[in-house]
């Protein structure tokens, strides 16, 4: 079983920087990305309509290149493995154990959702080939219920317990500093406190 997690980086995912945006965009991302890097058993992936964040990656990561409003369902069709997930790139503190719930959630499911406590999703995953009825979106303001509606049959989308994403100036006090990981976004809103 091969599984791969991407990355989903685009430009509006600067909007909450309390200062430069695209040093904020490089830290939150990263994060993130070290995060789904230090899984075990997923190949991590970028997938950016952002050019030049090679160097936040480790060596061999693959990176898909998009459009700033390449669906969902066009992002899954460029994976080549069993099992994919995309995570929002505005989740620096996302736990690792969600990713996990995903995937297992695929068991009984073809497509899951971690949703976003303020509407949208943090990440999704689905069964490869993507089912063609589904047409997701991360920001649609309820994700689950859309996909549910599109679905042939009940069971086929699942839900795993909601984070958040930092898409404003007043979500970055949803960051828990209680948790490991997202060192780099701590240190750039560190810096624009002082």
Known sequence: MTRVVAVLVRQCMANAAPGDPREFLEAIVEDTYE?????????PVLATSVPDLDHLLWPGTDIIAIKEHTPLKDIFAAINADQAAIVSGDAPDLPPLLIGKLFRELGRAELTVCPSEDGGAVAMAAKLPFPGWADPDLDAQDPVKELRAQAPGRRMVATTPGWHRVRTSADLDRLDPGLEGWENTRAVLGATAR
Request: hydrophobic share 65%; net charge negative; aromatic share 0%.
């Open 35 to 43: 995060m789904v890097a230090g899984l075990e058993l997923v190949t």
